[in-house]
């Protein structure tokens, strides 16, 4: 079975740090191309960082730029997002995802993990 579980959400001040972290199992972790998404209420789902280019590659969105990191562990099937300097508009239900290198039909989720920011 495959599966994405995602963890370390809560409740932050603006400015506090989280750390994300995605546990996978049931696939070839290193066969995939791993990322984080997160979906505000009203808004889309939205990419916020991904690995790519078999981990030698990271894509930031441009809000998060310079305050979020990725990073993955191949020996753990582990991804993880360091969220720094974090902002109100940060606050969204965060989602793994991964996709199949070369085959993009295999593609999964996990069922998120909030993040609020907030005073």
């Known amino acids: 079975q495959v599966q994405l579980v995602e963890s370390g959400g809560g409740l932050v001040q603006p400015g506090g740090s989280l750390r994300l972290s995605c546990t996978a199992s049931?696939?070839?972790?290193?066969?995939?191309?791993m990322s984080w998404y997160r979906q505000a209420p009203g808004r889309e789902r939205e990419l916020v960082a991904a690995?790519?280019?078999?981990?030698?590659?990271?894509n930031y969105a441009d809000s998060v730029k310079g305050r979020f990191t990725i990073s993955g562990d191949n020996a753990k099937s582990m991804v993880y997002l360091q969220m720094n300097s974090l902002k109100p508009e940060d606050t969204a239900v965060y989602y793994c995802n991964a996709v199949r290198r070369w085959n993009t039909r295999y593609t999964y989720w996990g069922q998120g993990t909030q993040v609020t920011v907030s005073s």
């Open positions: 690995l790519t280019d078999a981990g030698g590659s990271t």
């Open positions: 049931g696939f070839t972790f290193s066969s995939y191309a």
